[in-house]
T-cell receptor, first 112, second 114 residues
Framework: GDSVTQMEGPVTLSEEAFLTINCTYT??????LFWYVQYPGEGLQLLLK?????DKGSNKGFEATYRKETTSFHLEKGSVQVSDSAVYFC???????????FGAGTILRVKS | SQTIHQWPATLVQPVGSPLSLECTVE??????LYWYRQAAGRGLQLLFY??????ISSEVPQNLSASRPQDRQFILSSKKLLLSDSGFYLC?????????????FGAGSRLTVL
């Protein structure tokens, strides 16, 4: 079945450090890929998405590129801030489906 | 704009007691609705989804049930809670105009079963 695998956390970085959170997926066809963010005590918010191979999603300085050849959608940010501390979820939606499959989430902690 | 309301926000219940978590959606009609659970240290697990009134699909066998009595109301229930039912429950619906491609989530209901 469809699945999403994320790197285990927590990831602890200093402010202004470079961030990478790895995400790989297993799915048939051409799924849409997403990154959601969950700030402390809140629900999930869409951070960015990509709907086809080689698409790059970007938002708030975060980027992720849909790599069909490596079935990956790694999240990157050039310079993290303390306010980026949150849980990040990678997710996919099957090409003709209506359900999201989430990864386990990666906790990011940014220290000042 | 579309808004998802969940309540209660937090709940502490004894083992064996009943449960009712409510989700209502504003700003859209006939949406697909979803219940997810986020257990401590684990990712999001899809529990139920509904494509319309009275139509419920269960993704995993469990102690919970869901109902959709109205177009924009989705209820998660249990007759007798287990310790393992503790978690953060999130209701979600596709964002309007996204072609069902993006989910909007409620703020969640945190359930602790003692």
């Amino acid at each position: 079945g469809d699945s999403v695998t994320q790197m285990e956390g927590p990831v602890t970085l200093s402010e202004e450090a470079f961030l990478t959170i790895n995400c790989t997926y297993t799915a048939t066809g051409y799924p849409s890929l997403f990154w959601y963010v969950q700030y402390p005590g809140e629900g999930l918010q869409l951070l960015l998405k990509a709907t086809k191979a080689d698409d790059k999603g970007s938002n708030k300085g975060f980027e992720a590129t849909y790599r069909k050849e490596t079935t990956s959608f790694h999240l990157e940010k050039g310079s993290v801030q303390v306010s980026d501390s949150a849980v990040y979820f990678c997710a996919l939606r099957r090409e003709y489906g209506n359900k999201l499959v989430f990864g386990a989430g990666t906790i990011l902690r940014v220290k000042s | 704009s579309q808004t998802i309301h969940q309540w209660p926000a937090t709940l502490v219940q004894p083992v064996g007691s009943p449960l009712s978590l409510e989700c209502t959606v504003e700003g859209t009609s006939n949406p697909n609705l979803y219940w997810y659970r986020q257990a401590a240290g684990r990712g999001l697990q899809l529990l139920f989804y509904s494509v319309g009134i009275g139509q419920i699909s269960s993704e995993v066998p469990q102690n919970l049930s869901a109902s959709r009595p109205q177009d924009r109301q989705f209820i998660l229930s249990s007759k007798k809670l287990l310790l393992s039912d503790s978690g953060f429950y999130l209701c979600a619906a596709p964002r309007q105009g996204s072609g069902a491609n993006v989910l909007t989530f409620g703020a969640g209901s945190r359930l602790t079963v003692l």
